[in-house]
């Protein structure tokens, strides 16, 4: 039972463009959610997080937008460059804090340039 | 380093083999973590520790998995009796317990393929 789920395994936009990465979950428990990115031959990196009292976090060209209601959240990298192009997960715990995160299996963005 | 340290990075055994591995956190960071990526799949938690309090264990998936954290600090996973379906990338990650922002750091990861 999948309870952190991202259904597009790859995604590819163009150099300047909009990616727009989504998320959606089961658990009504989690009540805060973070996005990693990973290089391959690389531990994940933490980009960005947001708690279940907001509904959006900026920082910089990221941007993490949480719909309780839809149980769904997504990450907007505006504009997409080369080097964003990694493996991205989705994230959530319960409690709000770090312990024990519920990862998704990940999306794959490539950046085209 | 000043990041998570672990080892070894590439381990390959044979079915029946205990293996451990070694995770070194940041230094100053109470709690510490253990995941695992398996071919395809998103990270699955495994077990976590923090400071002196007695470790959540219920990530791992059976008695063949233990692990142990000495003195605070430095962590070793042990896997008794491996079998193929061990095999995955095995991370550790360590954090300030109570920093808002929920940021673990991970480590490169150690990849045991069991033959």
């Known amino acids: 039972d999948q309870q952190v789920k991202q259904n597009s395994p790859s995604l590819s936009v163009q150099e300047g463009r909009i990616s727009i990465l989504n998320c959606d979950y089961t658990n009504s428990m989690f009540d805060y959610f973070l996005w990693y990115k990973k290089y391959p031959a690389e531990g994940p990196t933490f980009l960005i997080s947001i708690s279940s009292i907001k509904d959006k976090n900026e920082d910089g060209r990221f941007t993490v937008f949480l719909n309780k209601s839809a149980k769904h959240l997504s990450l907007h990298i505006v504009p997409s460059q080369p080097g964003d192009s990694a493996v991205y997960f989705c994230?959530?715990?319960?409690?709000?804090?770090?312990?024990?995160?519920?990862f998704g299996k990940g999306t794959l963005l490539t950046v085209n340039p | 380093g000043a990041g998570v340290s672990q080892s070894p990075s590439n381990k390959v055994t044979e079915k029946g083999k205990d293996v451990e591995l070694r995770c070194d956190p940041i230094?100053?960071?109470?709690?510490l973590y253990w995941y695992r990526q398996s071919l395809g799949q998103g990270l699955e938690f495994l077990i976590y520790?923090?400071?002196?309090?007695?470790?959540?264990k219920s990530g791992l998936p059976s008695d063949r998995f233990s692990a142990e954290r000495t003195g605070g600090s430095v962590s070793t996973l042990t896997i008794q009796r491996t079998q193929q379906e061990d095999s995955a990338v095995y991370l550790c990650?360590?954090?300030?317990?109570?920093?808002?922002?929920?940021?673990?750091?991970f480590g490169e990861g150690s990849r045991l393929t069991v033959l």
């Open positions: 994230a959530a715990s319960e409690g709000g804090s770090n312990y024990k995160l519920t």
């Open positions: 990650a360590s954090s300030l317990v109570n920093r808002g922002t929920g940021e673990l750091f």
């Open positions: 230094s100053g960071h109470t709690a």
């Open positions: 520790f923090q400071g002196n309090s007695a470790p959540d």
